[in-house]
C-alpha cells in the first residue's frame, strides 16, 4: 500500500502542475496586476524638471479631480512612440495628465519634450527611481488613473495607442469619474 501511495504522489503533482498551465493558458500575457489599485496613491514630493517651465509633481495634486500620471523617460524607446497618443489625448480626455520622468538627466527630458510636445500639466524629476517603485512602476511607460479621492483605479503597463485609449484609458477614467 506504501509503495502505491509513493508512485501515485508524482503522478497527482504532475496532474496538478498540468491543471495550473492549462488555465495560464487563457491569461492575458500582457497584464501585470498591481497590489494598489484601490489603495491611496504613494506620499511623494518631486521637484520640476531642471530647464523645463512646468511644475513639479507631488501626491496634494492629485486630490479633488481624476487624473492620469504617466511614467516616461527620454531613453525609453516606447515612450517616443507613446508621446503622439498622449499629446493627441491630452485636451481630449477631459482630464489632467501629470508626468513621472523616470531616472532622466534634465537635458534629455527637457529635449524630448522640446522636439515632441508636453502634454503633462505638472512633471515630476524622479531621476533615482523611489518614486517610481513607490507607485509599483515595472518599466517605462506606465499609465494610471487616479480618482478624484486620490486613490490608483487603473494601471496600463506598455505603450499605449489609439486602441488603449479607446478600451481601456476611456472607460477607467470615466469608472473613475463615477467613484466621486
Known amino acids: 500500500m506504501r509503495r502505491v501511495a509513493l508512485l501515485a ?3 497527482l503533482v504532475l496532474v496538478a502542475l498540468v491543471g495550473i498551465f492549462a488555465v495560464s493558458l487563457n491569461r492575458d500575457p500582457s497584464y501585470i496586476p498591481s497590489v494598489l489599485i484601490n489603495k491611496p496613491a504613494p506620499d511623494f514630493a518631486l521637484p520640476p524638471v531642471a530647464g523645463l517651465a512646468a511644475p513639479g509633481f507631488d501626491t496634494d495634486a492629485l ?6 500620471v504617466n511614467v516616461f523617460a527620454s531613453w525609453c524607446v516606447p515612450c517616443r512612440d507613446e508621446h503622439p497618443v498622449l499629446m493627441s489625448i491630452k485636451d481630449q480626455i477631459g482630464v489632467p495628465i501629470f ?3 523616470q531616472k532622466d538627466k534634465p537635458d534629455n527630458a527637457k529635449a524630448f519634450l522640446d ?3 508636453n502634454p503633462y500639466a505638472a512633471i ?3 531621476s533615482n527611481g523611489r518614486a517610481s517603485i513607490d507607485w509599483g512602476v515595472y518599466g517605462v511607460p506606465e499609465t494610471f ?3 478624484a479621492k486620490g486613490i490608483i483605479a ?5 505603450p499605449m495607442d489609439a486602441d488603449t485609449v479607446k478600451t481601456q484609458l476611456i472607460p477607467a477614467i470615466e469608472k473613475a469619474k463615477a467613484q466621486t
Do not use: A, C, R
Not at 486630490?63 to 492620469?68: A, Q, Y
Open 9 to 11: 504522489l508524482p503522478l
Open 63 to 68: 486630490k479633488g479631480h481624476v487624473s492620469v
Open 99 to 101: 508626468g513621472i520622468n
Open 115 to 117: 522636439e515632441l510636445g
Open 124 to 126: 515630476g524629476s524622479d
Open 145 to 147: 488613473v487616479v480618482n
Open 154 to 158: 487603473y494601471k496600463i503597463v506598455g
